[in-house]
């Protein structure tokens, strides 16, 4: 098993989540330490938890302290980030016979570790969320430690003035209506656009081929509905009625939105557009929140999130954990699910939530997060209108062609139909490779 693993690990086959999406966290003083910080909470019986999140070690050091002094029982935060490439801290790791008890992973890395992680099936805390990772061959074997979503978000306070009910923007009639009453209006609305997209390939692929692309494979499915992921990973095919549908409503995208951002533009611009009131709606997630109110000018409207409903019925957004942390079968397993209990209890969720800023995945916690979205976020989540974000499941790499699809149709060289053909191709041609 550990020769496996090295051997995965030494070609790169680790490809952590270091950033929340959209941008580039800040680097933890934590650094590359934790490979050659020794293990003093593991001398002490312990347990150790690698962080994959930079952006929130002082918070998760703080979850240790409380953890420790509810318990008795020691962990140690190493968190990796900023310019240390997390490969390259996991081969130092293992070669040093340093694996931690607990690390991040992507749901699509749980095949890499098979056999290699511990089967959390049975857990109490199980049954208290509908985000944990279940492998069909492992169990489960991922702990969501928060949500993330993304459908396309909106100023409420513009939608308000414009007279559209966001909660009836279910089908693409709704939504073409409603394009046209923002456009119609946009003067007195101080709107540049009806959306912030932007479809440009070189900076923001990442949010067309992967997030938007989310939206055809998922849109109005149940949360462990797996059918168009399924279909794209036998081979690179797609459901070609439903992605006309979904060529359509991009199409009403283009037609909507901020010509300067649509093609040319940059994450930058579209978040800041986007605070400053020039769009209705903009095609990302939540992760945007602490951008867009840190703006001079933003001027405290409220947010929330709409379907892509380009079926009729569609009313659902993607949400779910980004990534999820595990535990390592060959290190401390029962300490790590005593651990992993207590942070899906009060005391750690407290932490999380109201000082980490994250949106918890678990049904009995009773703290709100601080995010502008939440309560949009947690209303999908109580109603069970959320589906999951199986396109991180998809070939990795295929967002780098398909985002250039995206281009070339909001550049006018592809139309409705080509797009759909295109798209077909592209993807057939990059499974095949």
Known sequence: MKKRLLALILTGAMVFSLTACGGAAPAGDSGSAAADSGSAAAAAGGIRLLNGK??????????AAKYTEETGNAISIETIGGDTNASDELKKMYQADNMPDIFVIEANQAATWDGMLADLSGEAWTNDTDYELVDAKMGTIGFPYTVEATALAYNAD?????????????????????????????DELGLTAVFGWCAEPANLGWSSGTHVFAQYLDAGLAQDDTTYIDLLNDG???DEARMKDFAAFVGMMNTYSDPSLLVDG???NQVAGFAA?????VTQGNWINATVTASADYSGFGMGFAPYAFEDGIDTIIAGPP???????????DAAKEFLQWVSDDSAQDILVNKAGLISP?????????????????????AGKTSGWHTMLKKDGLQNVTCQVFADYAKGSLDEASFVTTMEQVIASYYAN
Do not use: R
């Open 158 to 186: 513009v939608l308000e003035k414009a007279g559209v009910d966001p909660a009836s923007l279910t089908s693409p009639a709704a939504w073409q209506t409603a394009c046209e009453t923002l456009d119609g209006k946009k």
């Open 323 to 333: 990534s999820y942390w595990t535990v390592y079968g060959e290190g401390n397993v």
């Open 236 to 238: 690179g095919k797609i």
């Open 266 to 268: 940059t994450y930058d």
């Open 277 to 281: 009131g020039k769009y209705a709606f």
């Open 54 to 63: 930079p952006e929130i070690d002082s918070q998760l050091q703080e979850l």
């Open 362 to 382: 678990f049904n009995d916690c009773a703290y709100a997060a601080a995010d502008p979205f939440y309560d949009s976020i947690k209303s999908y989540m109580d």
